[in-house]
């Protein structure tokens, strides 16, 4: 068990509940026809979880201070991925579906494995094209399309 | 009987053209899930919601209501089938449902008879598949008439049971399991509240005002943790994939693996019927129980047929079971059937003793496209298996961007808003943190799936008692519920301080 996280953690599930206790505060008390309104839900459960996270902390005293094995982890791959997927979420609507997924799953097909480019190309290009197709022409659902100076 | 004319109108609707398709597509995808080390049952299921979502936009609510979990259940119950088939081959369990089917399944490919030992796996899965669908059959109807005579507050200590269950079993800390059930019904609570129309937790900001959509949430803990996991920690298969070999199994591999598979399809299908079990304690569980029977215990861990046979079988029996308290009750006994209840919500359609009256196609449906999907899956899984073995080798490099495509993809499609696809990412982000420091994921979800009823049965139950907490200790079956869900929280507690091990649910 890490237990430097589950102090964070612990630290901040008490924050929430309490911030939840004090917000349940501010919302009307009073529900027509019933004298449990809808703040007495919210309050209760963040006391719960106040309670919970005062237990986990307390909990952490008393974890033998052991050493966690260190497993290699790729933190390189995973942000330069992780980045990516932020920047395609802020895009999809700006730039339009087929451009950014193409990016996306080539930066990280690139990511996962350097080489092959002309197959990550197909493959990408086979998966944005394919489902923007299926989805918008066949299913007449809605994607953002081209941007505007492209079209 | 009612019962059988019910199913026959369930076979009428389960037999339409597209609905043998999903289904079909249904099992496809949950076997190809079960074969993927690193896809579980959870995030493939959450992952196919907004997928179905889009493809039944055509039909109407009710008529894609079934035909999406005709497909969602398909994928649940494919990956139990499926889930065998990289444990044998590669002794590496697909699901962690199948994590002792390594045990013996490896030893037998290793000798070489990884043909029969996937073939009596399917048998086996098919048979309890088959026997918990009679049983779901059998017991539907009665159990929602009695489910009907329950009152607010019955519902409420009901649904606290389902949560107890499934947060005593979850993880190893049962703290944290209770932490994240409470964060879940927390979440819950943001948006519009449903019985005052007041705005809670909203700060005036448009997206909130819909509560945090269960589905970006489902999809982002399970599907996008995992892939995160998978990025970060780089799992190397250099095992070698065994061969399959002669597919159909001995005359002596069937007969000794009859028993086996009887008894763990019984002893699957209660485990599964009860709350917060679920598949994996249920395979473990027939295991043992098969090397206490065995006459030759020792054999087991070095390839008996047995010791495939019946634990593919339970943990099929068990996802089986499972959708009874879902259908029944309108209460999930695991993280898979809380996202079943999810997207069957989505659709308007609440499961719970009203659906068999209310929506009788859509349930009868989805149970006589189960006994389809059961057959579809023996096919595919005999003759077939050597195909899907060749699944196991498909490069994760490919696969992983592809999961976070389709997951956007997806929640976009539903959604169609730039805010759900941040907050996926968090929650994928969240639900990776969360889960490799032992904060179990699938009591988050519960929550957050029955966080709106147990609120509203709370205070529908309180206002008919003008306040008073007492009415849920009054009730004589409230009160049972109750005393029932502090034994599950006890008596593991006390378990624990006599220094007994406890089993606990990987994937509850």
């Given at each position: 068990?890490?237990?430097?996280?589950?102090?964070?953690?612990?630290?901040?599930?008490l924050?929430?509940?309490?911030a939840?206790?004090?917000?349940?505060?501010?919302?009307?008390?009073?529900?027509y026809?019933?004298n449990v309104?809808?703040?007495?839900?919210?309050?209760?459960l963040g006391?719960?979880?106040?309670?919970l996270?005062?237990k986990?902390?307390?909990?952490t005293?008393?974890?033998?201070?052991?050493?966690?094995?260190?497993?290699?982890v790729?933190y390189?791959?995973?942000?330069?991925i992780?980045?990516?997927?932020i920047?395609?979420?802020?895009?999809?609507?700006?730039?339009?579906?087929?451009?950014?997924?193409f990016?996306?799953?080539?930066?990280?097909?690139?990511?996962?494995?350097?080489g092959?480019?002309?197959?990550t190309i197909?493959?990408?290009?086979?998966?944005?094209?394919?489902?923007?197709?299926?989805?918008?022409?066949?299913?007449?659902?809605?994607?953002?399309?081209?941007?505007i100076?492209?079209? | 009987?009612?019962?059988?004319?019910?199913?026959?109108?369930?076979?009428q609707?389960?037999?339409?053209?597209?609905?043998?398709?999903?289904?079909f597509?249904?099992?496809?995808?949950?076997t190809?899930?079960?074969?993927?080390?690193?896809?579980?049952?959870?995030s493939?299921?959450?992952?196919?919601?907004?997928?179905?979502?889009?493809?039944t936009?055509g039909?109407?609510?009710?008529?894609?209501?079934?035909?999406?979990?005709?497909?969602?259940?398909?994928?649940?119950y494919?990956?139990?089938y499926?889930?065998?088939?990289?444990?044998?081959?590669?002794?590496?369990?697909g699901?962690?449902?199948?994590v002792?089917t390594?045990?013996?399944?490896?030893?037998?490919?290793?000798q070489?008879?990884?043909?029969?030992?996937?073939?009596?796996?399917?048998i086996?899965?098919?048979?309890?598949g088959i026997?918990a669908?009679?049983?779901?059959?059998?017991?539907?109807?009665?159990?929602?008439?009695?489910?009907?005579?329950?009152?607010?507050?019955?519902?409420?200590?009901?649904?606290l049971?389902?949560?107890?269950?499934?947060?005593?079993?979850?993880?190893?800390?049962?703290?944290?399991a209770?932490?994240?059930?409470?964060?879940?019904l927390?979440?819950?609570?943001?948006?519009?509240?449903?019985?005052?129309?007041?705005?809670?937790?909203?700060?005036?900001?448009?997206?909130l005002?819909?509560?945090?959509?269960?589905?970006?949430?489902?999809?982002?803990?399970?599907?996008?943790?995992?892939?995160?996991?998978?990025?970060?920690h780089?799992?190397?298969?250099?095992?070698?994939?065994?061969?399959?070999?002669?597919?159909?199994?001995?005359?002596?591999?069937?007969?000794?693996?009859s028993?086996?598979?009887?008894?763990?399809?019984?002893?699957?299908?209660f485990?599964?019927?009860l709350?917060?079990?679920?598949?994996?304690?249920?395979s473990?569980?027939?295991?043992?129980?098969?090397?206490?029977?065995?006459?030759?215990?020792?054999?087991?861990g070095?390839?008996?047929?047995?010791?495939?046979?019946?634990?593919?079988?339970?943990n099929?029996?068990?996802?089986?079971?499972?959708?009874?308290?879902?259908?029944?009750?309108?209460?999930?006994?695991?993280g898979?059937t809380?996202i079943l209840m999810?997207?069957l919500?989505m659709?308007n359609i609440?499961?719970?003793?009203?659906?068999?009256?209310?929506?009788?196609?859509?349930?009868?449906?989805?149970?006589?496209?189960?006994?389809?999907?059961?057959?579809?899956?023996?096919?595919?899984?005999?003759?077939?298996?050597?195909?899907?073995?060749?699944i196991?080798?498909?490069?994760?490099?490919?696969?992983?961007?592809?999961?976070?495509?389709?997951?956007?993809?997806?929640?976009?499609?539903?959604?169609?808003?730039?805010?759900?696809?941040?907050?996926?990412?968090?929650?994928?982000?969240?639900?990776?943190?969360?889960a490799s420091?032992?904060?179990?994921?699938?009591?988050?979800?519960?929550?957050?799936?029955?966080?709106?009823?147990?609120?509203n049965?709370m205070?529908?139950?309180?206002?008919?008692?003008n306040?008073?907490?007492?009415?849920?200790?009054?009730k004589?079956?409230?009160?049972?519920?109750?005393?029932?869900?502090?034994?599950?929280?006890?008596?593991?507690?006390?378990?624990k301080?006599?220094?007994?091990?406890?089993?606990?649910?990987?994937?509850?």
């Open positions: 068990m890490n237990k430097t996280f589950d102090r964070y953690a612990g630290f901040i599930f924050m929430i509940g309490a939840f206790m004090l917000e349940s505060f501010r919302i009307s008390k009073n529900a026809g019933s309104g809808p703040n007495v839900f919210p309050f209760l006391l719960i979880l106040v309670l996270s005062i986990l902390l307390l909990e005293l008393k974890y033998n201070a052991g050493h966690l094995q260190k497993k290699k790729q390189k791959k995973f942000l330069i992780l980045a990516a997927a920047l395609y979420a802020i895009l999809l609507e700006p730039v339009g579906y087929v451009i950014t997924t990016l996306f799953l080539i930066i990280g097909f690139q990511t996962m494995e350097k092959k480019l002309l197959k197909f493959i990408a290009g086979a998966f944005s094209f394919g489902v923007y197709y299926v989805y918008v022409k066949i299913l007449q659902g809605t994607l953002p399309g081209w941007p100076w492209f079209s | 009987m009612d019962v059988i004319n019910f199913l026959l109108d369930g076979f609707t389960a037999l339409l053209p597209h609905n043998l398709l999903f289904a597509v249904g099992v496809l995808i949950g190809a899930v079960g074969v993927l080390p690193g896809i579980g049952p959870m493939g299921v959450a992952l196919l919601i907004p997928v179905t979502a889009s493809m936009s039909l109407e609510p009710a008529e894609a209501a079934t035909s999406s979990i005709i497909l969602l259940a398909g994928v649940y494919g990956a139990m499926g889930g065998s088939t990289t444990s044998i081959l590669l002794n590496t369990p699901e962690s449902s199948s002792v390594t045990l013996d399944g490896y030893q037998m490919a290793k070489g008879r990884a043909g029969s030992a996937l073939s009596i796996a399917a086996g899965s098919f048979f309890a026997v669908l009679i049983a779901l059959t059998l017991l539907a109807e009665p159990l929602s008439k009695i489910a009907l005579k329950f009152g607010p507050a019955e519902y409420f200590s009901l649904m049971l389902g949560l107890a269950a499934v947060s005593g079993l979850a993880g190893n800390s049962m703290t944290k209770w932490m994240m059930t409470v964060f879940g927390l979440l819950s609570t943001i948006g519009i509240d449903a019985v005052s129309g007041v705005a809670r937790f909203t700060y005036d900001i448009s997206v005002y819909g509560g945090l959509e269960f589905l970006t949430i489902a999809v982002g803990v399970f599907a996008l943790g995992e892939v995160f996991k998978a990025i970060l780089k799992e190397e298969n250099d095992g070698e994939v065994a061969k399959v070999g002669r597919i159909l199994p001995s005359k002596q591999e069937l007969k000794e693996s028993g086996p598979i009887v008894r763990g399809s019984l002893l699957g299908f485990v599964g019927v709350p917060g079990a679920g598949a994996t304690l249920a473990f569980f027939s295991y043992i129980f098969e090397k206490k029977i065995s006459k030759n215990p020792e054999k087991f070095k390839g008996t047929i047995a010791g495939v046979a019946a634990p593919e079988s339970a099929n029996a068990a996802s089986g079971g499972a959708m009874i308290p879902l259908l029944t009750l309108g209460i999930p006994g695991s898979t809380a999810g997207a919500i659709y609440q499961p719970g003793p009203l659906l068999f009256d209310e929506h009788p196609d859509v349930a009868w449906g989805l149970i006589a496209s189960m006994f389809i999907g059961n057959l579809m899956l023996l096919i595919l899984n005999m003759p077939l298996v050597k195909v899907f073995a060749k196991i080798e498909t490069p994760p490099k490919y696969l992983i961007p592809i999961i976070i495509a389709i997951s956007i993809f997806g929640v976009y499609a539903v959604q169609v808003t730039t805010f759900d696809l941040l907050l996926l990412i968090g929650c994928g982000l969240a639900g990776y943190l969360l420091n032992d904060f179990p994921l699938a009591p988050l979800v519960l929550g957050l799936v029955l966080g709106p009823m147990i609120e049965n205070r529908r139950a309180l206002t008919a008692s306040g008073d907490f007492m009415v849920f200790v009054e004589p079956i409230s009160l049972v519920f109750i005393i029932t869900a502090l034994l599950w929280i006890i008596v593991p507690i006390l378990l301080v006599r220094g007994k091990t406890l089993v606990i649910s990987e994937e509850a």
